[in-house]
C-alpha cells in the first residue's frame, strides 16, 4: 500500500476493511459494547483481588496462639532451607581433608504417634537420615556447605548448599558393610569421595562453594528428618501422622590432612579439639522421639554422633505468595462464560453473517478475536494477580505467617504466569465456541476440561495421587502449575502430591499444555468457520 | 380460547405437564445429554474405581465415595439439560408462544421442573447403578472390599442405599438449581457458567482458604460440597455436614434458585 492511498483520513471501505486493524478494531467495539461481558471481566478481577486481600487480612494459622514471627533460613541460593543437625566439628585453617569410616547408621522413631503403641522409640527406616562429613562456611543456618554422607535408604550421597545432590555408592552400612567417606578442600574447591574398603576410592563429585573463609568447620554430622504417613484418600487434607525421628552414627578411624590447628600433619584426631554443637534455629521447634538426646560420645578413634533434622532445602511449614490466589477460579468461570459468549453470541441473532460480509475473511474474524479478548483477559488477570499477591502477601507476613523466601523472578513468574493463563484459557474459551457455536455447550466443555481436573486433583482429594497426577499433566488444568512457588525436590522425603500443591509438570511446561489446546481449539475452530456455512 | 381464562384444573395442569414433556422428549440435545450423562458418569467412576489402590488394607477410603466419582462430571450434564430447558425457549422466543398457551407462568416453571425431575430420576438411577456396580465389580481387586478389611455390605445395606438414592436426588436438586438459575438468567452460557461455578468453586476456594475455620463453613454451605455428604459409607464423624443436612443444604439451594426463577418469571417481561 502507498503513502498515497494512506493518505485520506477516512481510507476507501474496501481498502480499510481489508486491514487488521480494522478487524480488530470491529472486534474491539463488539466487546467493549456489551455492557454484560465488561462487567463480568472487571467483577471477576475485582473479585480475584479482593479474595486475594481477604485471605492475607483473615489468615491467623502462622501460630497456635497470636501471631508469631520466625523467620525460615535461607541457602546461599536464596532458597528456603532446613538446616537443623549435631555437628562434631573442629576449625580447618586452609586446605586439607579428613577421612572417616562409618560403620552404622540407626535411625529411631517416636512411638508415640504410630499403630503399634504409646511413646517409646523405635528402630525404623527413614531413607534421608544422614551421616557423614561435612565442611561449612559457619554455624548459622542457611551457611554454604559441602557434605559427604551414607543415608538411611539411598545409598553413599554427596550434598552441598541444600540443593545439590549427586549419588554414590548404593546400598546401606553396617558393620560387615563400612562405608569410607573422604572430604577435601582446596580454597573454594570440595571434592567429596567415597569407598568400601578405604583403599579404591570414588570421586563423587566437584563443588565450588564461593565465599568460605579461610578457616571453615569441618567435621561429622548426623540428622534425620521427621516422618510423615500420608494417606492419599483423607477427606479435605488431612495428610496423615508424623512424628521425630533420629539418627545415630559410629565413626572410627578419623585421619586428618592439611591445616588443622592443634593436630600434626597427618596424624590421628587429638580429642581435645572437638567441639559438639546442635545446629538448630534457636527455638523449640527441634523435637527428638522421647528418651533420646543429641550430642555425641567418643571413645580413643570411634564416635557417636547423634542429631535429628535436615539439611536440604526447606518444604514445608510455610505458605507460598500463591496462598492469596484462592479468588483465581471465580474471576476464571467469569472469563470462560465471556470467552465462549464472544464467539458464540455472534451466532444466536444471525450477527456473524454481518461480521463476515463485512470481513470476509473468516481466519482473521476470528485471529482479531482472539487478540482482543486475550488483551482484554490478560489486563483483567494481571489486576487480579497482581492486586491479590502484593497486597495479599503482606498481609499475611503481617500476621505472622511465614512465607517461602522466593526470588524477585519466581513472584513476577507467578503474576504474570497467571495473568496470561487466564487469557489463554479465554482464547480456549473462543476457540471452543467457534468450533460448537452454542454458548451453553462451550461453557460446560471448557468448565469441565478446566475446572474440573483441578478440582478432582488439587483441591478436593478424591483421586488416588497416581490419577490425580496424569489429570493435571493431559488436560488444560495442567497450566495451573504456573502459580506453584517452591519445587518439589527428589532429596527431600516431603509430601509432593497435587493435593499439597505440587504438580506434576515444571510451571512452564504446564502452561505450554494449557497453550496446546488452546492453540488447537483455534485451529479447529478457524478452519470450522471457514468450511462451514455461517 | 373465547371465554375468560379458566381456572387451572387438573386437566390444564396435565396439559401443562404433557407440553413439557413433549417439548423436552423431542428435543435431540436432552436424549444425547442425558445418555452422555449415564456413560460418563459410570465411566469416570469406573476408572476412578480402577485408579483406587489400598495395598496396605489400612486405608480411609469410602467405597461408595469411590464408586460415585463420576457424579461430578454428570452433574455438569444434568445441568445443562436443565438450563437448556428454559434458556433454549429464550433463544428461539418460543417462550413467547408458551406463555400466550399457558399464561399462567408458575404452572409453566412448575411443569418445566416436573418432567426434568421425572428425566433425571431416571437417568440418575441407571448413572449410579451402574457406577456403584463398577465399584462393586473393581475395587476388591484393589484391595478394597472384604479382604481389604473392609466390611462386606450389600446394595441393601442402609449406608449404601442413603449414598445410592442420595445420589440419585443429589443429581434432582441439581437439575432443580439449574432450572431455577436459567429462568433467573435466561442465557444459557451464563446461567450454566453459575451453576457450574456454584459447584465447583465453593471446594477450590475452601481448600486454597488457608484458615480451617473458614474452610469448613465453605463446605458446609457449597451446594456441592454439602450435597455429596450423602455420598459417605465410612468416617461420617470427619465429614464437614452430615448425610442428609448436607442434601438440605442444597436442597436450599434449589429452592432459593426456583423461587428466584418464579418470582423474574411473573414479573419480567418475557
Known amino acids: ?534 | 380460547m373465547s371465554t375468560a381464562r379458566p381456572a387451572p384444573t387438573a386437566s390444564a395442569r396435565g396439559t401443562a405437564l404433557h407440553a413439557e414433556w413433549t417439548k423436552l422428549r423431542t428435543l435431540a440435545s436432552t436424549c444425547w445429554l442425558l445418555a452422555a450423562m449415564i456413560a460418563l458418569t459410570v465411566a469416570v467412576s469406573a476408572a476412578a474405581a480402577a485408579a483406587a489402590r489400598c495395598p496396605s488394607g489400612a486405608c480411609a477410603d469410602d467405597p461408595a465415595r469411590i464408586s460415585l466419582t463420576g457424579i461430578y462430571l454428570g452433574q455438569a450434564l444434568v445441568a445443562v439439560m436443565a438450563v437448556l430447558a428454559v434458556s433454549g425457549e429464550y433463544g428461539s422466543g418460543m417462550i413467547r408462544l408458551t406463555l400466550a398457551a399457558m399464561p399462567r407462568r408458575i404452572s409453566v416453571l412448575a411443569a418445566k421442573a416436573a418432567v426434568v425431575t421425572g428425566l433425571t430420576t431416571v437417568a440418575g438411577t441407571i448413572a449410579v447403578m451402574g457406577s456403584l456396580l463398577a465399584g462393586r465389580l473393581i475395587l476388591p481387586g484393589n484391595g478394597i472390599g472384604p479382604a481389604g478389611g473392609y466390611p462386606a455390605r450389600s446394595f441393601g445395606d442402609g449406608a449404601v442405599l442413603r449414598a445410592g438414592f442420595g445420589s440419585v436426588l443429589y443429581l434432582v436438586l441439581i437439575a432443580l438449581l439449574s432450572l431455577g438459575a436459567a429462568t433467573a438468567l435466561r442465557e444459557a452460557a451464563a446461567a450454566i457458567g453459575t451453576v457450574l461455578g456454584l459447584l465447583y468453586l465453593f471446594p477450590i476456594v475452601a481448600a486454597a482458604a488457608g484458615d480451617a475455620a473458614v474452610s469448613r463453613h465453605l463446605e458446609q454451605a457449597g451446594p456441592m460440597t454439602a450435597g455429596l455428604a450423602i455420598e459417605a459409607t465410612t468416617g461420617l464423624s470427619t465429614l464437614p455436614i452430615g448425610p442428609w443436612a448436607g442434601l438440605g443444604v442444597l436442597a436450599a439451594w434449589a429452592a432459593g434458585a426456583l423461587s428466584l426463577g418464579g418470582l423474574l418469571l411473573r414479573l419480567r417481561d418475557a
Open chain 1, 1 to 534: 500500500m502507498t503513502a498515497a492511498t494512506m493518505a485520506p483520513p477516512r481510507p476507501g471501505p474496501a481498502a480499510g476493511r481489508d486491514s487488521f486493524a480494522y478487524v480488530l478494531h470491529a472486534e474491539w467495539t463488539k466487546f467493549r459494547t456489551v455492557r454484560g461481558w465488561v462487567i463480568a471481566v472487571v467483577v471477576g478481577a475485582l473479585v480475584t483481588l479482593l479474595i486475594g486481600v481477604y485471605t492475607g487480612a483473615r489468615s491467623q494459622d502462622g501460630c497456635a496462639t497470636g501471631p508469631c514471627h520466625f523467620t525460615i533460613p535461607t541457602g546461599p541460593g536464596g532458597e528456603a532451607v532446613t538446616d537443623t543437625y549435631y555437628f562434631v566439628h573442629r576449625p580447618l585453617a586452609g586446605d586439607g581433608s579428613i577421612t572417616v569410616r562409618v560403620t552404622s547408621l540407626a535411625t529411631v522413631l517416636d512411638g508415640g504417634l504410630t499403630p503399634q503403641g504409646p511413646t517409646s522409640t523405635q528402630p525404623a527406616a527413614v531413607p534421608w537420615s544422614k551421616a557423614g562429613l561435612l565442611i561449612g562456611a559457619g554455624p548459622g543456618q542457611g551457611a554454604a556447605y559441602a557434605a559427604v554422607m551414607v543415608t538411611g535408604g539411598h545409598g553413599t550421597r554427596m550434598q552441598w548448599n541444600y540443593t545439590g545432590d549427586s549419588p554414590g555408592l548404593a546400598g546401606g552400612v553396617s558393620a560387615a558393610a563400612p562405608r569410607w567417606l573422604r572430604l577435601t578442600r582446596d580454597g573454594d574447591v570440595l571434592t567429596g569421595y567415597d569407598s568400601a574398603d578405604g583403599r579404591h576410592w570414588t570421586r563423587l563429585g566437584t563443588v565450588t562453594v564461593p565465599g568460605l573463609a579461610a578457616t571453615v568447620q569441618a567435621g561429622l554430622f548426623a540428622t534425620s528428618p521427621g516422618y510423615t504417613a500420608t494417606s492419599s484418600q483423607q477427606l479435605s487434607g488431612s495428610s496423615g501422622s508424623g512424628a521425630p525421628t533420629d539418627a545415630t552414627a559410629t565413626f572410627d578411624r578419623v585421619s586428618l590432612r592439611g591445616g588443622w590447628p592443634g593436630t600434626g600433619p597427618g596424624t590421628a584426631s587429638a580429642g581435645a579439639a572437638w567441639a559438639g554443637t546442635s545446629v538448630n534455629g534457636g527455638r523449640d521447634s527441634i523435637s527428638y522421639p522421647s528418651g533420646t538426646v543429641a550430642g555425641y560420645h567418643q571413645a580413643g578413634g570411634a564416635f557417636t554422633v547423634t542429631g535429628s533434622g535436615d539439611i536440604a532445602p526447606g518444604v514445608d511449614g510455610a505458605s507460598s505468595i500463591d496462598a492469596t490466589l484462592a479468588g483465581l477460579f471465580i474471576g476464571l468461570v467469569a472469563v470462560i462464560v465471556v470467552g465462549a459468549l464472544f464467539m458464540a453470541a455472534e451466532y444466536r441473532r444471525g450477527l456473524i453473517r454481518v461480521t463476515l460480509a463485512a470481513s470476509p475473511r473468516r481466519g482473521r474474524v476470528l485471529a482479531a478475536k482472539a487478540v482482543v479478548l486475550g488483551a482484554v483477559t490478560f489486563a483483567a488477570g494481571l489486576t487480579g494477580s497482581a492486586g491479590a499477591i502484593l497486597i495479599g502477601t503482606p498481609l499475611l507476613r503481617a500476621n505472622g505467617n511465614p512465607i517461602y523466601p522466593a526470588s524477585a523472578l519466581t513472584d513476577a513468574r507467578v503474576i504474570v504466569g497467571t495473568a496470561a493463563l487466564v487469557a489463554v484459557f479465554a482464547v480456549f474459551a473462543l476457540g471452543v465456541g467457534a468450533i460448537l457455536r452454542h454458548g451453553a455447550a462451550t461453557v460446560t466443555v471448557v468448565i469441565t476440561a478446566v475446572v474440573l481436573p483441578y478440582l478432582l486433583a488439587a483441591a478436593f482429594p478424591v483421586l488416588p495421587d497416581g490419577a490425580a497426577d496424569w489429570l493435571l499433566r493431559i488436560t488444560p488444568a495442567a497450566g495451573f502449575a504456573i502459580k506453584q512457588v517452591i519445587p518439589a525436590y527428589p532429596q527431600v522425603a516431603g509430601s509432593f502430591s497435587s493435593y499439597q500443591g505440587y504438580f506434576p509438570l515444571a510451571p512452564w511446561a504446564g502452561f505450554a499444555v494449557t497453550c496446546g489446546y488452546a492453540a488447537l481449539a483455534l485451529a479447529l475452530g478457524a478452519w470450522s468457520l471457514r468450511r462451514r456455512d455461517a
